[in-house]
Every structure is written in structure tokens, then in C-alpha cells.
């Protein structure tokens, strides 16, 4: 079974507070992505990454960064963390052959 | 206008009823389809794909695609109280690796 795991269930952070989500994925998946999930609002594409190093803008990457350095694990970055970013975080892994995207269990961040 | 549209709901059926889910996508590359379910609090686990027109059933789940209405829908027989869940369509464009998520029907399955 593919397994994607996220470092945190729940965070609690600062409001100005750099913030660091981890997402490790043990399948040899190519693709991972960090998605936010609001209510009403649907999952949102944050940023993804095809490749090590390699990185793409997702719809709403405004206030995060990534890193990916390894190709099992996939950073999600809050340079200055704000309310506006408390929200459910949910990191995905895929393959190129296959499209389906495999979650995480989801980090709820809340900003206080 | 949203790429991928649901009915947000909620939909409610009775236990042992159909339960339709319904999608519309604007993207007519996409090539493939997916239904996703997530309960309360929990990250969405994937049920269904679809690739071609037509009808896939497995178990009591059949999804349906119609690529020249742009339409994906999900049926659940024999609804169950567990079915009691919101029910995520997502669509991959012809060559992006990304999926684009619908904002989700929640259901309710009544005892």
C-alpha cells in the first residue's frame, strides 16, 4: 500500500512564525503536491513537484515556499505564518503512469 | 468559472437508495476522472477511476463519463449510513500531473 505521511496532525503557530510542513511518501512516487482545504473552498493546489529540485506554482502559492531535496520527501514552507493560513494541509503523492493522488492524513494548522 | 463543478449538497437518500453524485469539468482535454470520498476530519481516500466513456462499476460504486458533456457522476447503490461522507470529483488535464478537485457533495445516508 502506498503510504504518505505527514509530520504533524496539528500545529499551532505564531502569527510572523516560519513554519515547516514535512510529507514523506514511501512508494518512489515522481509527483508530490501540498494542498489547503477550506470550507466551501474545495482542495487548493498550493505548489507541486515533478522531479527532485524541480518545483511548480500551484493556484495559491502566494505566502509559502517548497523544497524537495529527496525524492520521498516534500517540504511545505510558511516564510511568515498569518491567520489567513489556518487551514487543513494535505500533501499527495502520484505517479506518472498512473494519475490517481494518494493523501496524507493532513496537518490542521491553526495561526494564532 | 470553477474548472470542475459539484452540487455541494447535502444530498440526502434513505438506507438502501441510490445516491447520485454529479460533476461538470470545463477542461476538454481531461483524460482522467476521479472520485474521491472523505469523511469528517479524515484526508480523502480514493474510490473510483474512470478513463474512458461509459459506465465502471465496482462493488456497489459505478462511475459514468460522458466526455462530450464534460459530465462525471458517481452512483451508490444500496446506500449505507457509512456512505455518510462528502464525495470529492477530481480531473487530471491531458498533460498536467496535477489534479483539479470540485469543491464536494456532502451525503448523508438516513438510517
Known amino acids: 500500500d502506498v503510504k504518505v505521511t505527514q509530520s504533524s496532525r496539528y500545529l499551532v503557530k505564531r502569527t510572523g512564525e516560519k513554519v515547516f510542513l514535512e510529507c514523506v511518501q514511501d512508494?518512489?512516487?515522481?509527483?508530490m503536491f501540498w494542498y489547503r482545504q477550506d470550507p466551501g473552498l474545495g482542495l487548493r493546489l498550493i505548489y507541486f513537484?515533478?522531479?527532485?529540485?524541480?518545483?511548480e506554482k500551484g493556484d495559491i502559492p502566494e505566502g509559502y515556499s517548497v523544497s524537495r531535496e529527496k525524492k520521498e520527501r516534500f517540504s511545505l514552507i510558511l516564510e511568515s505564518a498569518s491567520t489567513n493560513q489556518t487551514s487543513m494541509y494535505l500533501c499527495?503523492?502520484?505517479?506518472?503512469?498512473?494519475?490517481?493522488?494518494?493523501f496524507g492524513q493532513g496537518t490542521r494548522l491553526t495561526v494564532v | 468559472q470553477k474548472e470542475v463543478e459539484q452540487n455541494s449538497g447535502p444530498l440526502s437518500v434513505p438506507e438502501g437508495a441510490i445516491a447520485s453524485l454529479n460533476c461538470t469539468y470545463s477542461?476538454?482535454?481531461?483524460?482522467?476522472f476521479f472520485w474521491y470520498r472523505q469523511y469528517s476530519g479524515k484526508s480523502p481516500e480514493l474510490i473510483m477511476f474512470?478513463?474512458?466513456?461509459g459506465d465502471k462499476e465496482d462493488g456497489r460504486f459505478t462511475a459514468q463519463l460522458n466526455k462530450a458533456s464534460q459530465y462525471v457522476s458517481l452512483l451508490i447503490r444500496d446506500s449505507q449510513p457509512s456512505d455518510s461522507a462528502t464525495y470529492l470529483c477530481a480531473v487530471r488535464g491531458g498533460s498536467a500531473r496535477q489534479l483539479t478537485f470540485g469543491s464536494g457533495t456532502q451525503l448523508t445516508v438516513l438510517p
Open positions: 474512470i478513463y474512458s466513456n
Open positions: 499527495a503523492s502520484s505517479t506518472n503512469n498512473r494519475a490517481e493522488a494518494f
Open positions: 477542461d476538454r482535454g481531461s483524460q482522467s
Open positions: 512508494m518512489d512516487h515522481e509527483n
Open positions: 513537484s515533478y522531479d527532485v529540485k524541480m518545483k
